[in-house]
């Protein structure tokens, strides 16, 4: 009985080991002739974008040829896996190619199959394969699809409307700002700052007419993107927009235009406004940061102004300013007034 056990045993386990192997001989087959077929098909786009691109003199090349070339090696609906490689292609060498030869390459990838790949992942109910379909559509410039983009730009997921709103600077430039009033979601920091780069990548010329029509939103996220696009071209013309937020309620926004307005240098009336609005910073570290802008901007030639913080402020506020009056040169002020402290702890006591 026992012998017998063992026998049925060792049968099953060489069943086991026997189905292993075969299955690492189909799988390396498998591998081996998709490995074939992706460089085929890397070899074939490669071609058909050299003949577009550099065509021999007095050729051109015709479009059913490309597409007929790529059905006969299975760019094709049945085939989805050949059809998302060969957008990678697409995006990979959209990337790698500048100038005319890069406007080309957007006629050409308008034309050719995946024609509706990309577009159609937007009627998907998962969220990676919607957020891969709008990337998809702004990497290779389909900007005809832009309404049924601009649709998601307030989809609840954070990383659909990202793109979307990628998007959306891709195709629109400047003129997306006015829609900025109308979004209804939080806008994170890295989101605002991968539209800023884009902006300043593709559309590097500010036109300050579509810039004021974000103005309007009354969003934190909306305001500081303002104040951070303000920063990034340095548009001196609008500083007040981003001054008017200095004294703000909100603790992200005020430390957004601290961080905006490091950047510019302002004359004596800007730094006068600043001043102004030092006095309604509620948080001690944020007022430092800007006596510190003030000190470094401005030529120091509002001694009262400090004069007042010396004696009025916290002690971390004297401190500070203390430092900056004996830095500049104003000793004898900073002397008299730990003279005075000195004078009155004596009389306390």
């Not at 997306?176 to 593709?202: A, N, T």
């Not at 730094?271 to 509620?282: A, D, L, V």
């Not at 000190?295 to 300013?321: G, H, P, V």
């Amino acid at each position: 009985m026992i012998v017998f056990i063992l026998l049925s045993v060792i049968k099953i386990l060489l069943v086991l080991l026997v189905g292993f192997w075969i299955t690492i001989v189909v799988s390396l087959q498998y591998r081996r002739r998709r490995l074939k077929k992706l460089n085929n098909i890397e070899q074939v786009f490669a071609e058909i974008c050299s003949d577009y691109l550099y065509p021999f003199p007095g050729e051109e090349p015709k479009l059913v040829n490309i597409q007929r070339r790529f059905r006969n090696i299975g760019i094709i609906p049945s085939k989805p896996r050949n059809v998302q490689y060969l957008i990678d292609l697409m995006i990979r060498t959209q990337r790698s190619i500048l100038g005319k030869n890069y406007s080309k390459l957007e006629i050409l990838f308008h034309q050719i199959p995946p024609y509706r790949v990309s577009i159609g992942k937007l009627k998907s109910k998962k969220w990676w394969i919607k957020a891969r379909g709008i990337r998809e559509i702004y990497e290779m410039g389909q900007d005809q699809y832009i309404n049924e983009i601009i649709k998601e730009r307030n989809n609840k997921n954070i990383y659909v409307r990202r793109e979307a709103q990628i998007a959306m600077v891709v195709f629109l430039g400047w003129e997306s700002l006015r829609f900025l009033p109308y979004l209804k979601r939080e806008m994170p920091l890295w989101q605002q700052i991968k539209v800023v780069e884009k902006l300043y990548d593709l559309y590097p010329e500010p036109q300050l007419k579509l810039l004021k029509k974000g103005f309007k939103s009354d969003k934190a996220y909306s305001n500081e993107l303002l104040m951070r696009i303000i920063r990034k071209f340095n548009i001196e013309e609008e500083i007040d927009f981003i001054i008017g937020f200095l004294d703000h309620y909100n603790f992200d926004t005020r430390e957004t235009a601290l961080y905006c307005i490091s950047t510019f240098n302002l004359n004596d009336e800007k730094i006068k406004q600043i001043q102004n609005k030092f006095f309604n910073i509620p948080n001690t570290e944020q007022r430092i940061q800007m006596l510190k802008y003030i000190n470094r901007t401005s030529r120091m030639n509002d001694l009262e102004f400090y004069k007042n913080l010396l004696y009025t402020e916290n002690d971390i506020i004297k401190l500070t300013t203390a430092e900056i009056l004996w830095k500049n040169g104003y000793k004898e002020e900073v002397q008299e007034f730990y003279y005075q402290q000195y004078t009155n702890q004596t009389l306390n006591v």
